[in-house]
C-alpha cells in the first residue's frame, strides 16, 4: 500500500483525497475526501486573469489541505490545476502560492490529460461490470470546460471544450452584475447554442455517438442524480453508480432553469456554491444525452481525483 495525496484545483472547486492505493489488487482505500467551492474562474473568461479574492479564497482552503495531508502521512502529493489557470495571464501568482503552502508545484494540465486523469479515475470500478456495455463515454461536465473521453480499457479519443457550468453562467445568465432569476428564454437559448458548437468540436475527435454506456462525472451530475433520487441530503453512496434517465434529466433540467435562487437554495442536497451555476451544468447535461442518444447516464463520485492518485500509485 502507497499513501498519497491528490488535489484537483478547478474552476469551481478544490478537491483533496488521501488514499491508501494498492497496484496489486486495484484497491484504493479513502482516508480523506473532501471539497470546497471557492470558484477560482470568477471573472476569468471575461478579464483573463484571476481575481485577489478568488486567490485567497484558494489559499486558505490549501492550508486546510497542507494540514490534513501532514496529519495523515502521505508520502506523495500531486496538485492538478485545470481550465481556470490554465487560461489566466497571472497563473504565476496562483502557482507560487501553492508551493508556499503545500510545497509542491501545480501542475497546469492539458485537457487532453484532463481527461486521462478523468477515465481512469472513473472506469477503475467499472471494467468489470457484466451490465455495462463498452465503450464508455466519459464525460467530466467541470465549472469552464468539459472534458469527453471514449474509451474501454483504455483512452481511444479525447477533447476537452470550454464549456462548463461557471462559463455559461457568466457569459449568458449575468447582466451587471446580477444573474438572471430565472434565465430568459433567450439566454437558455445562447447556452444551448454554445453547447451545440463545443459538441460539434467535440465530435472532430470524438465519435460520441459510438458510446454504449454514458459516464458522467464532477458536481453538476451528482447534484442532478441527488435530486433525482429524492435524497434529503447528499449521499456519495446512494449517487455513486446511480443510474439516471435521459427523461429525469429533462425534468430537472426544465425545474432547475425556471426556478428562482431561493428555489434552488431550498433543495436539501444543492451545495451553497452551486445554487448559481447548477442550471447551466443541467443544461450542458442535458445537452449531451440528447446528441449521444444516452437513455440513462451512470452517475460517478469516482472522477480525476481518483485518476490522479492512481498515477501516484504506479
Not at 498519497?4 to 478547478?10: F, K, W
Not at 454506456?213 to 455513486?240: K, N
Not at 447551466?280 to 444516452?294: C, D, F, K, Y
Request: charged letters at 25%; hydrophobic letters at 45%; a negative charge.
Amino acid at each position: 500500500m502507497k499513501r498519497v495525496a491528490a488535489i484537483d484545483c478547478g474552476t469551481n472547486s478544490i478537491r483533496l483525497l488521501v488514499a491508501d492505493a494498492d497496484p496489486a489488487t486495484g484497491e484504493l482505500k479513502d482516508l480523506d475526501r473532501r471539497m470546497q467551492i471557492v470558484r477560482l474562474g470568477q471573472g476569468v473568461d471575461r478579464t483573463g486573469r484571476l481575481a485577489p479574492e478568488a486567490l485567497e479564497r484558494t489559499f486558505a482552503a490549501c492550508r486546510e489541505y497542507a494540514a490534513v495531508i501532514k496529519g495523515l502521512g502521505a508520502e506523495q502529493v500531486r496538485f492538478v490545476a485545470t481550465s481556470a489557470s490554465r487560461d489566466a495571464e497571472n497563473r504565476d501568482d496562483f502557482v507560487r502560492g501553492v508551493v508556499d503552502i503545500l510545497g509542491v508545484e501545480p501542475e497546469v494540465i492539458t485537457g487532453d490529460q484532463e481527461a486521462e486523469f478523468s477515465f481512469n479515475g472513473a472506469t477503475k470500478e467499472l471494467t468489470g461490470r457484466a451490465d455495462l456495455e463498452r465503450p464508455f463515454l466519459v464525460v467530466d461536465i467541470g465549472g469552464g470546460s468539459t472534458e469527453f473521453v471514449l474509451g474501454a480499457d483504455s483512452v481511444r479519443a479525447a477533447r476537452s471544450v470550454d464549456v462548463g457550468c461557471v462559463r455559461m453562467t457568466e457569459r449568458h445568465l449575468v447582466h451587471g452584475g446580477v444573474i438572471s432569476d430565472p434565465p430568459t428564454e433567450g439566454q437558455i437559448a445562447a447556452i444551448k447554442a454554445d453547447v451545440a458548437t463545443a459538441l460539434d468540436r467535440a465530435e472532430e475527435t470524438v465519435p460520441l455517438r459510438e458510446a454504449a454506456t454514458l459516464v458522467g462525472l464532477a458536481g453538476s451530475v451528482t447534484t442532478v442524480a441527488a435530486i433525482a433520487l429524492g435524497l434529503d441530503r447528499y449521499e456519495s453512496e446512494a449517487i455513486h453508480h446511480s443510474r439516471i434517465s435521459l427523461a429525469k434529466v429533462r425534468e430537472i433540467t426544465d425545474r432547475l432553469l425556471s426556478s428562482t435562487h431561493a428555489e434552488r437554495a431550498a433543495i436539501p442536497v444543492m451545495h451553497p456554491g452551486r445554487v448559481d451555476v447548477i442550471a447551466a451544468g443541467a443544461l450542458v447535461l442535458l445537452s449531451i444525452m440528447e446528441r449521444t442518444g444516452a437513455a440513462e447516464v451512470v452517475v460517478s463520485e469516482h472522477d480525476i481525483l481518483d485518476g490522479i492518485a492512481w498515477s501516484l500509485a504506479g
